[in-house]
């Protein structure tokens, strides 16, 4: 399976309106600014760590817009995040200015599907060079978003700040798999197969109005830190350590909900009539499910 990218392969140059200082100081990155190895493993560390994955626009019909001001104005200058086509078109951009070669790949979801079950396309992820070598790099994939950048090759266990991770081949395609609670678990697979930005746009429009979109009835919030992840899903606090048992809350009050959005996610909330509504319909169902 070929990894490397070719200079036929190389993609479009980066955004004009890219505003790459404030994009840098968003994510606290004070560093070199070569295009090496070790610009990209802090700048993934700290994008992931900075700018939380989050689903409300989908949850709240606001829809979600793939274009660099857009991006920009939401989750650099608005203090929001995003889910994967945000994060890794944002970071695309800012590593094509830094003088990376990117493309753009896309995944099918893998993690808690039943196995044998076919999934639509629905995940961006990235193949970056840095140094003669092709990556993956990926900060959008929620719960289990790699915090270092993972060699495109097969079968070789991979550290990263968070968990390790491996890619082993299944017909034809890349897996990526996680060692979580003692065993390797699937998040996805995919090709070396470019996509373009028309292709994100028509995923994310669909995972926006689908009327099975697990976007639009569900929200699922996540940042890694240093030793750990927090995941909220829904009103689910989970506190994953690393090296130790995971802990779990129930938030119950809109207060909750928007005081560990603030702390835990480091999130600035959407202005939106129906953002308070929406935190107590995820409550109540909650507790109608109990």
């Given at each position: 399976?070929?990894?490397?990218?070719?200079?036929?392969?190389?993609v479009?140059?980066?955004?004009?309106?890219?505003?790459?200082?404030?994009?840098?100081?968003?994510?606290?990155?004070?560093?070199d600014?070569?295009p090496?190895?070790?610009?990209?493993?802090?700048?993934?560390?700290l994008?992931?760590?900075?700018?939380a994955?989050?689903?409300?626009?989908?949850?709240?019909?606001?829809?979600?817009?793939?274009?660099?001001d857009?991006?920009q104005?939401?989750m650099?200058?608005?203090?929001r995040?995003?889910?994967?086509?945000e994060?890794n078109?944002?970071?695309?951009?800012?590593?094509k200015?830094?003088?990376?070669?990117?493309?753009?790949?896309?995944?099918?979801?893998?993690?808690?599907v039943?196995?044998?079950?076919?999934?639509?396309?629905?995940?961006?992820?990235?193949?970056?060079e840095?140094?003669?070598?092709?990556?993956?790099?990926?900060?959008?994939?929620?719960?289990l978003?790699?915090?270092?950048?993972?060699?495109l090759?097969?079968?070789?266990?991979?550290?990263?700040?968070?968990?390790?991770?491996?890619?082993?081949?299944?017909?034809?395609?890349?897996?990526l798999?996680?060692?979580?609670q003692?065993?390797?678990?699937?998040?996805y697979?995919?090709?070396?197969?470019?996509?373009?930005?028309?292709?994100?746009?028509?995923?994310?429009?669909?995972?926006?109005?689908?009327?099975?979109?697990?976007?639009?009835?569900?929200?699922?919030?996540?940042r890694?830190f240093?030793?750990?992840?927090?995941?909220?899903?829904?009103?689910v606090?989970?506190?994953?350590?690393?090296?130790?048992?995971?802990?779990?809350?129930?938030?119950?009050?809109?207060?909750?909900?928007?005081?560990?959005?603030?702390?835990?996610?480091?999130?600035?909330?959407?202005?939106?009539?129906?953002?308070?509504?929406?935190?107590q319909?995820?409550?109540?169902?909650a507790?109608?499910?109990?």
């Open positions: 399976m070929q990894a490397q990218l070719t200079q036929k392969q190389e479009a140059q980066p955004a004009a309106g890219l505003d790459l200082d404030a994009y840098l100081q968003r994510i606290g990155y004070t560093g600014r070569q090496t190895l070790a610009t990209l493993q802090l700048l993934q560390r994008h992931a760590e900075t700018i994955f989050e689903s409300f626009n989908p949850l709240l019909r606001i829809p979600v817009l793939l274009d660099i857009s991006l104005q939401k650099v200058y608005g203090g995040g995003g889910y994967c086509f994060h078109l944002l970071l695309s951009h800012v590593l200015t830094l003088g990376y070669r990117v493309r753009g790949l896309a995944a099918r979801v893998l993690w808690n039943p196995e044998g079950t076919v999934k639509a396309i629905s995940h961006k992820l990235l193949q970056v840095a140094e003669g070598e092709s990556f993956l790099v990926d900060v959008g994939f929620g719960g978003t790699p915090t270092g950048p993972l060699q090759v097969l079968n070789a266990v991979q550290t990263t700040p968070h968990e390790d991770f491996r890619l082993i081949e299944s017909g034809g395609e890349w897996v798999q996680a060692h979580v003692h065993a390797w678990r699937p998040l697979r995919f090709t070396l197969r470019e996509h373009l930005q028309p292709d994100y746009e028509m995923f994310s429009w669909y995972l926006c109005t689908h009327p099975a979109s697990f976007f639009l009835t569900s929200l699922s919030v996540a890694p240093p030793g750990g992840r927090f995941g909220l899903r829904n009103t606090l989970t506190t994953h350590w690393l090296g130790r048992e995971s802990e779990q809350c129930e938030l119950t009050s809109v207060a909750d909900i928007r005081r560990v959005l603030r702390e835990n996610f480091r999130l600035t909330l959407p202005d939106h009539p129906d953002l308070d509504a929406t935190l319909g995820l409550i109540d169902a507790a109608e499910s109990r």
